[in-house]
């Protein structure tokens, strides 16, 4: 069971859809609230399919699952164990938590035998003696239990009916009674529960239609308390299919909406995946999936509440969550993509998601090789997150940079802006994920401090943080953000109308990836007092070593090379976080706790401090050559570095006019200019002679192919 954190209680309730989106309305929540697109009670009567099993099971489906029992497929074989285990227990067990519920029904559709289902309505029988679930129990049960009843309800009596139906409604209104005020809906403080309650209620009532005569009004209840809201704003937030919560607990946060909706499309033939606002979410997750799994397949990247082991996969989530992404996408291209996922990452089955594998997994439909088909970056808006990486080689550098989401919002970490880095199996930078504690500081993560403080995230009164740009090319993949709101607070913290005491007007980092082994990490910082000390942060799990202006992380055979080019003049410090942290890190990151932390500041404070980090990954035999600070002219500064060019500018005002020199003895291919104004028509001459001529792009990024030589560049909007 998680624990809960934040604000001094051991669950916080998040009060229906004003509470959930953590801040007082805006307009745009207020055409939400307006729409009309989602079912009514009217609407689902009119077009509900007679009979069951509604939910989820077609025909297709049923012959699919029926098939794979009858071929002895390996998932098969570990549900009929495990659903064998249940009916010899009388219906308990059979899986860990609910999962013996899916083991049971599946076992009884792949097979008819009828015991399976008495075995579930024993269980049935066992679960309504029981206290009403609430809180973290509704989010994994409340869908179970309504796909059983359907899946079952032609081998129940009209009294297990009765009683299944009563004990369903009892959870509900166990819901509505724990609520604050009594009436409304509560979920536990985590966004897997903001979907779980919901898909709850949802399956409830279409389960139960026919016997249950509140199911219209379950259905009503959705509608006027704005739980579909809620969920409209939650695919808002994930637009691109990240999360708050992490790459892991996120899987059962998505998993959920998922398993509800598409039981609502079989159920009634509505797909709200092509409602406005919703569509296409699916295939976004889908991308996500296989984007922010590494190169080696040993992972996802390491973020928000992943806690012991994190940089592997944890437990069966991303198998549970690609099988069912599976079968919603069924046929179109993303739908062939993450089938191919699932067999080149995920072939070995889990003893856990069996039952999802038999349900969703179909081995004989067409797959596509994605790396033969997607590019090698993605950025998912919801969240901010740019996923980059040199190649589909398990051999290939790989890199996140995350440049913000909404504040307010429980499960939120201060690491708006942080970035890491991996190459080749090894991550060069480290990450404190986890689920409290020290992961939730921006000193846990690749950050930045103000006046020793982070972020302040999870405070819905201040502003978010924000994408400032993003762009894509041939060798690159750039992001901007603006992290400055999380560092600001409210006079009076729990009042969004007193005034913001803006402690940090401004905290934008730029994040480069040149491929394929490059990075440039540059930062624009003003603080609401000179005094205020600014200090960089980057994590390793071995101890760093400091060569003047350079920074050498190591790891096995592989090491990443920081050097400062700005500031000038720094104070490096070495903290090992075994220290600074004590026994906390051990819940963080478990056995192996090394952990080690280095801040840079400059040495002279100043109101506003510009920071530039060239990172360089490599193997430890093959080093690379050290960047070069190129001379440039007005606001812009230029490094060359592995081929590459990079300009940027010091202030952050566009460029507009600059020149840069790059001398003849370095090796230049490629060039790269950023922080220009979008759209404007963008002039490169070199000796009077023109070089290249374009459109900025809408992240301000403008990239050419040239070499040495004196560069001048002209940025100008259209007469």
């Known amino acids: 069971m998680r624990h809960h954190r934040r604000f001094g209680a051991a669950i916080v309730l998040i009060l229906g859809y004003a509470a959930f989106l953590g801040s007082e309305a805006t307009p745009a929540d207020e055409a939400v609230a307006q729409d009309r697109s989602f079912p009514t009670a009217e609407t689902i009567k009119t077009v509900l399919r007679k009979g069951h099993p509604r939910l989820w099971l077609t025909p297709e489906r049923l012959a699919l699952i029926r098939g794979k029992a009858a071929g002895n497929d390996p998932a098969w074989q570990i549900v009929k164990e495990r659903a064998d285990e249940a009916v010899v227990a009388g219906g308990a067990g059979g899986g860990e938590g609910?999962?013996?519920?899916?083991?049971?029904?599946?076992?009884?559709?792949?097979?008819?035998?009828r015991k399976y289902a008495e075995a579930m309505i024993k269980r049935f029988r066992l679960r309504a003696k029981q206290p009403p679930l609430e809180g973290n129990g509704y989010r994994h049960a409340g869908t179970y239990y309504p796909l059983a009843y359907d899946w079952i309800a032609d081998e129940m009596t009209p009294e297990d009916r009765a009683e299944a139906v009563r004990m369903l409604n009892s959870w509900i209104d166990n819901d509505m009674e724990h609520a604050a005020p009594k009436g409304t809906w509560t979920?536990?403080?985590?966004?897997?529960?903001?979907?779980?309650?919901?898909?709850?209620?949802?399956?409830?009532?279409?389960?139960?239609?026919?016997?249950?005569?509140r199911a219209a009004e379950i259905i009503g209840f959705i509608d006027k308390s704005g739980m579909w809201q809620t969920i409209r704003?939650?695919?808002?937030?994930?637009?691109?299919?990240?999360?708050?919560?992490?790459?892991?607990?996120?899987?059962?946060?998505?998993?959920?909406?998922?398993?509800?909706?598409?039981?609502?499309?079989?159920?009634?033939?509505?797909?709200?995946?092509?409602?406005?606002?919703?569509e296409g979410f699916p295939r976004e997750v889908a991308l996500e999936v296989i984007y922010s799994t590494t190169p080696g397949q040993e992972g996802m990247v390491p973020s928000g509440d992943i806690e012991l082991g994190g940089y592997r996969f944890r437990h069966n989530t991303y198998q549970d969550l690609s099988v069912t992404l599976s079968q919603v996408l069924g046929n179109e291209e993303t739908g062939k993509l993450i089938r191919h996922y699932i067999n080149t990452v995920h072939p070995v089955l889990e003893r856990h998601g069996a039952a999802e594998d038999l349900l969703c997994r179909d081995r004989s439909a067409p797959a596509e090789d994605y790396t033969k088909k997607l590019p090698l970056a993605y950025f998912a808006p919801g969240q901010g997150f740019l996923f980059t990486r040199s190649s589909w080689e398990k051999d290939a550098t790989f890199a996140c940079f995350q440049s913000g989401g909404p504040t307010g919002v429980d499960h939120q970490h201060g690491d708006a802006n942080t970035f890491q880095v991996y190459r080749k199996g090894v991550w060069l930078t480290r990450e404190v994920s986890g689920y409290s504690g020290p992961a939730d500081d921006t000193a846990a993560h690749n950050g930045l401090l103000i006046d020793g403080k982070g972020q302040r995230p999870f405070h819905s009164s201040v502003p978010d943080a924000r994408t400032l740009a993003v762009s894509t090319g041939k060798g690159y993949a750039y992001a901007k953000g603006d992290a400055a709101g999380p560092y600001n607070l409210r006079q009076y913290s729990n009042n969004p109308e007193s005034p913001?005491?803006?402690?940090?007007?401004?905290?934008?980092?730029?994040?480069?990836?040149?491929?394929?082994d490059?990075?440039?990490?540059?930062?624009?910082v003003e603080a609401g007092k000179p005094e205020d000390k600014k200090e960089w942060v980057l994590h390793a799990e071995e101890k760093p070593e400091v060569q003047g202006e350079r920074l050498v992380l190591s790891a096995p055979d592989q090491r990443l090379v920081v050097t400062r080019l700005l500031p000038a003049e720094a104070d490096v410090q070495v903290v090992d976080e075994k220290q600074l942290y004590a026994k906390a890190l051990d819940y963080m990151i478990g056995e192996n706790n090394k952990h080690w932390q280095v801040r840079v500041?400059?040495?002279?404070p100043a109101a506003y401090d510009v920071f530039l980090h060239v990172l360089q990954a490599s193997d430890v035999a093959?080093?690379?050559?050290?960047?070069?600070?190129?001379?440039?002219?007005?606001?812009?500064?230029?490094?060359?570095?592995?081929?590459?060019?990079?300009?940027?500018?010091?202030?952050?005002?566009p460029l507009a006019t600059t020149s840069y020199t790059v001398p003849k003895d370095v090796v230049v291919r490629?060039?790269?200019?950023?922080?220009?104004?979008?759209?404007?028509?963008?002039?490169?001459s070199s000796e009077n002679k023109p070089v290249a001529e374009g459109k900025a792009d809408s992240g301000g990024v403008f990239a050419f192919d040239g070499g040495s030589g004196v560069f001048l560049v002209t940025s100008r909007r259209a007469p």
Not at 98 to 113: H, R, S
């Open 98 to 113: 609910e999962d013996g519920v899916l083991n049971l029904i599946a076992a009884y559709k792949a097979t008819g035998d």
């Open 187 to 213: 979920a536990t403080a985590d966004s897997d529960a903001s979907t779980g309650h919901p898909m709850g209620y949802l399956t409830t009532a279409l389960a139960t239609w026919e016997e249950n005569p």
């Open 233 to 278: 704003r939650y695919v808002s937030w994930s637009r691109g299919g990240t999360w708050i919560e992490g790459m892991a607990y996120s899987g059962s946060t998505r998993r959920y909406l998922l398993w509800g909706l598409e039981c609502l499309r079989t159920a009634t033939g509505i797909d709200l995946w092509k409602q406005p606002g919703m």
């Open 500 to 516: 913001l005491i803006f402690r940090v007007p401004l905290a934008e980092r730029a994040f480069a990836h040149l491929h394929p």
């Open 518 to 524: 490059t990075f440039v990490v540059l930062d624009r």
């Open 601 to 604: 500041s400059p040495k002279q």
């Open 622 to 653: 093959k080093p690379k050559s050290a960047p070069v600070k190129l001379g440039a002219e007005g606001q812009a500064l230029a490094v060359a570095v592995d081929g590459w060019v990079f300009v940027g500018s010091l202030s952050p005002q």
């Open 670 to 684: 490629r060039h790269l200019i950023t922080d220009l104004e979008p759209g404007t028509t963008v002039l490169v």
